[in-house]
């Protein structure tokens, strides 16, 4: 069901928002992905976030690290998600990430690791949590060995057969049976970002800012609806009965709409401030508009739902 959008934005409006999410996003994705996976992730040992700061230059590492977060990170809690990558680091090492066949002989140790942080939503994929434990982590592991034999590693691999992002997420990794069965579209997208947009760490394509445009969005149900919320879209489709936003539904529009008034902003760092700001401020129930950074150019269309 598509539900039209009573107080829309003007068009002079949609752009002035689309400048608005790109400077919230580019002022917190960094630092957040520091807090939730990395370095300033407050639940590691100090000997940990010494050792994550020092890879922070190893491309190879990041890519593999970046490869099992978005594979845990899909249709689960994100804490804790993130949490079971940074604990399995902790736990395991290095090695774990760059030799993953040395740890074949010990899945069951490593998975009745993970199922002491993981949650992931099983209600939701209709399977348990120790089956899409095992085939999340199992997965990533016999994906990068596999990858790692034959092409030498995740960065060789990517970067060698793929000319930028888009090309990356539906070529490289949607039109590739190992990873399009470990990664759903909306986690491929975010893995792509992670490792392609020029203020991050990877980089695989560099840090041409023409490779901003070519990065797909995420647009998950946060983002869509704070598009829909603050009259950015015309229209939205909605699960019947409680105006609940279907993202999946309006991936592909969100993105064409973001180019057409974005011009030649960044569309990555849009939909990150749009995330940001749903999380934050454009809650569920009593959404804090006093205190939100879009409250003088939102229409307040407060009853579509994220979930």
Known sequence: MRKEIKRQLSNDE????????????????????ESTLLWESPDLQDETKQKLHELINDKEFLLRYFLLAAALD??????????????????????????????????????????????????????????????????????????SNKYGGLYRYFSSKYDNPRALLNEGILGDSL????????????YVGWITHPMLYVKIFGDDERIRSSIPMVVNGHVTKVLARTGFLDKVSVE??????????????????????????????????????????????????????????CKKNTEFRAY
């Open 14 to 33: 949609r752009k002035e928002l689309l400048r608005e999410l790109e400077r919230i996003g580019a002022e917190n994705i960094r630092k957040d992905l």
């Open 74 to 147: 899909q249709q689960a809690e994100s804490e804790t998600a993130r949490k079971t990558a940074r604990k399995l680091f902790e736990q395991y090492g290095y090695e774990f990430f760059m030799k993953p066949e040395n740890y074949f002989d010990k899945i069951y140790e490593v998975i009745g690791f993970a199922l002491k942080i993981y949650e992931p939503k099983t209600r939701v994929i209709r399977i348990s949590k120790e089956g899409i434990t095992f085939f999340r982590i199992g997965g990533f592991m016999l994906t990068v060995h596999n990858i």
């Open 179 to 190: 990873l399009s069965g470990l990664l759903y579209e909306k986690a491929a997208r975010l």
């Open 240 to 297: 019947k009965e409680r105006n609940i936003v279907k993202a999946e539904e309006e991936r592909k529009r969100i993105e064409e709409l973001v180019r057409t008034f974005g011009e030649d902003r960044d569309p990555f760092l849009i939909d990150y401030g749009a995330f940001w700001v749903g999380i934050n401020y454009c809650k569920e129930e009593n959404p804090n508009c006093d205190q939100c950074p879009l409250k003088n150019i």
